[in-house]
């Protein structure tokens, strides 16, 4: 498809980049983001406006209301990946992650994790600095998304290696469970052998 103008430009972006954020942010969280919400009844307010009274205002107004609502879809999903991990991290505490992938995957992750948040973290920072143009504050936040969906593709194709880490941890807390029990009652025996 061509795109000719600025509003053609708008529902495109709208249509390929906005609404599977959404899709995804929603499969996700279950939840529509109100500020995501709010962005896109800003943009069609303007756009609608600008139909009617062919204010060229309204057009740029409604451009910058579709950028606002990208960053606030990669705000919304670097955040939701981040409480993935976090998820994941407290749901394997008790696994011996060390198992997995022969000892490669617990690092990898944690490198891409601080990737991620430090990517993250710059983003933020950049929506209180002046001097950072909302084209390079786009960059920033676009790529703190990216370092968080590696990380995110990371964990989910490590899913074999961790449940072999998960099955071999349970494996190893029985055995350990037991050599418990073992020492414990050979100990109460010991002691009552000796007094008897």
């Excluded at 600025?6 to 500020?35: C, G, S, T």
């Excluded at 976090?86 to 997995?100: E, Q």
């Excluded at 001097?131 to 899913?159: G, H, R």
């Amino acid at each position: 498809m061509e795109i000719n103008t600025v509003e053609e430009k708008i529902y495109w972006q709208y249509q390929n980049i906005i609404a599977p954020f959404i899709a995804e942010l929603e499969v996700r969280d279950n939840e529509y983001p109100i500020e995501i919400f709010n962005e896109i009844r800003s943009i069609f307010t303007h756009l609608a406006r600008y139909k009617l009274q062919k204010s060229d205002k309204d057009i740029s107004a409604a451009e910058n209301h579709l950028k606002r609502a990208i960053l606030d879809c990669y705000k919304y999903l670097c955040i939701s990946m981040e409480e993935k991990v976090c998820s994941f991290r407290n749901d394997y505490k008790d696994t011996d992650l060390g198992l997995a992938d022969n000892g490669k995957f617990l690092p990898e992750l944690n490198k891409l994790e601080l990737k991620a948040k430090n990517a993250f973290k710059l983003a933020k920072e950049s929506e209180v600095k002046d001097e950072i143009d909302e084209d390079e504050k786009y960059q920033l936040f676009e790529s703190a998304y990216d370092k968080y969906s590696e990380m995110d593709k990371y964990l989910d194709d490590s899913q074999e290696a961790i449940l072999f880490a998960s099955i071999h941890s349970k494996r190893s807390n029985r055995v350990t469970v037991i050599s418990c029990v073992v020492t414990v009652v050979s100990i109460i025996t010991a002691i009552v052998s000796f007094f008897a």
